[in-house]
């Protein structure tokens, strides 16, 4: 038996990217959105990681879905799973560079990794793609959050005098 990696020839990656495995399992991009709704459910319930496992389900069925790698972003914030929710931030950029929501995801892992100079790049770029898409909801998220980040200027208060 031969094995295959993703590393291997460029057209078996490309055969991944393009829902090889969904395909194989005989499904079809409508039968997917299920799933969705299925793992949002899961994490209003509070199941995170019953949620997190449904959305990995449906990123390697579906791996250039922005949909599914904007909940699997969301789950990871959650699940204070910062690097994941980063990498998944980083692949909706990457499908939706309009979108300001990768990019506000990306900044607020930025902030839980304690990466503030990063998270300020992020926040200022989904003000910026979330005024030009009229997303309002998201550039007063990522309006706030940079309003929370700590000032570089300002000297540490070493005497806990506020």
Do not use: K, W
Not at 39 to 61: E, F, K, P, S
Not at 88 to 95: M, R
Not at 136 to 141: G, S
Request: aromatic content about 4%.
């Amino acid at each position: 038996m031969e094995a295959h990696s993703l590393s291997g020839s460029g057209s078996e990656t490309a055969a991944f990217l393009n829902g090889q495995i969904r395909d194989a399992l005989g499904l079809r991009s409508e039968d997917l959105t299920i799933g969705l709704e299925v793992a949002r459910n899961l994490l209003q319930r509070g199941a995170t990681a019953d949620a997190l496992r449904v959305y990995a389900g449906l990123i390697l069925c579906e791996p250039m879905n922005a949909a599914f790698q904007t909940g699997l972003a969301n789950c990871a914030l959650a699940a204070e799973e910062y690097h994941m929710a980063l990498q998944a931030a980083s692949a909706v950029i990457a499908l939706a560079p309009r979108d300001p929501r990768g990019y506000l995801i990306s900044g607020r892992a930025c902030l839980g990794l304690g990466a503030f100079a990063e998270a300020g790049e992020d926040l200022r770029e989904a003000v910026e793609r979330g005024r030009e898409v009229r997303d309002a909801v998201a550039v007063e998220e990522a309006r706030r959050l940079l309003d929370a980040l700590p000032d570089p200027t300002r000297e540490p208060d070493l005497a806990g005098t506020g």
